[in-house]
């Protein structure tokens, strides 16, 4: 059974720095693109980065610059380095990856961790 494990979550003080880590373990063929989202309470889930299996990223326009996806293939790990982290920047934060197991390509998601940044 696929998993994946979110961590790296916490409290935090503005223009502080975390670092999120999501490991996927399980039977796991090959990733394609893995993601970090976000939800903030009362909000809707939304998209902050995004890293293809090549190594390419986008992201959201409120955390360019100061955000930075990465991924250990060989361990299946991704990574959101989070710097100079504003208030609004407090939600769950969830991992999201496409991969090909013994079921197929399915899209997989993380059980969140939560980051709390206070002014």
């Known amino acids: 059974q696929v998993q994946l494990v979110e961590s790296g979550g916490g409290l935090v003080q503005a223009g502080g720095s975390l670092r999120l880590s999501c490991a996927a373990s399980?039977?796991?063929?090959?990733?394609?693109?893995m993601r970090w989202y976000r939800q903030a309470p009362g909000k809707q889930r939304e998209l902050v980065a995004t890293i293809t299996s090549g190594g390419s990223t986008n992201y959201a326009d409120s955390v360019k610059g100061r955000f930075t996806i990465s991924r250990d293939n060989a361990e299946n790990t991704v990574y959101l380095q989070m710097n100079s982290l504003k208030p609004e920047d407090t939600a769950v934060y969830y991992c999201?990856?496409?991969?090909?197991?013994?079921?197929?390509?399915?899209?997989?998601w993380g059980q969140g961790t939560q980051v709390t940044v206070s002014s």
């Open positions: 999201n990856a496409d991969l090909l197991g013994l079921v197929g390509y399915e899209n997989y």
């Open positions: 399980g039977i796991i063929f090959r990733i394609n693109a």
